[in-house]
């Protein structure tokens, strides 16, 4: 199979793809270019976005400097990594709590592969709200999240053994929400607006 191919399985057959990576047994420093090159990517649209914005003023009323395109490429990349971690950690535990048998190695490949195929579509679709109009964008956006969470869920039922992806459609769900938390923390708190 081509790339291609092996992407948009991912998407029609997510367990039949999720068994695929699992029986590559993808060592540490695969998953990390797999995720290094989603959070490359994903810097692209943000360097962007920050050449589009007044940034707001500091403390002392100057305003802060947008950041170069290393520094937020850097962000980035340090980001998902984070992230990458994060959701490997948290699919090992609630998956072992509702009686998955995935190991820690596993659901960090999970947890790569949920980040490249759905970080890349994200981008994609990132990129096509620069275009689309408000209200198509907010309804690409839901169908987005939806097929976003019955992939992840379906990646995380075939590590963890389950025979249903309904057992872990609530991990997943709540694994969405603590990354959306935590991405909305460290967000600057008002005074960004459009050039």
Do not use: C
Not at 79 to 106: C, E, H, M, P
């Amino acid at each position: 199979m081509n790339l291609a191919a092996i992407y948009i399985e991912a998407w029609k057959q997510p367990r039949q793809s999720m068994h695929r990576i699992l029986s590559l047994e993808l060592g540490e420093r695969d998953r990390l270019i797999m995720v290094a090159v989603t959070g490359v990517l994903f810097a692209i649209p943000m360097i962007m976005i920050f050449r589009a914005i007044e940034m707001p003023p500091g403390p002392d009323g100057e305003v802060i400097p947008a950041p170069s395109a290393l520094m937020t490429t850097l962000t980035s990349v340090m980001f998902v990594i984070f992230g990458y971690y994060f959701t490997a950690a948290l699919i090992k535990i609630f998956g072992t709590l509702f009686g998955g048998t995935a190991s820690y190695q596993q659901s960090k490949s999970v947890s790569a592969w949920v980040q490249f195929v759905v970080g890349l579509a994200n981008l994609a679709l990132m990129m096509a709200s620069f275009v689309l109009p408000s209200f198509l964008d907010g309804v690409v956006r839901v169908a987005f999240t939806l097929a976003a969470l019955y992939v992840t869920s379906a990646y995380v039922a075939e590590a963890h053994g389950f025979a249903h992806i309904s057992k872990v459609a609530g991990v997943s769900i709540a694994i969405v929400l603590v990354a959306a938390i935590i991405l909305m923390m460290m967000m600057p708190s008002g005074g960004i607006v459009p050039a």
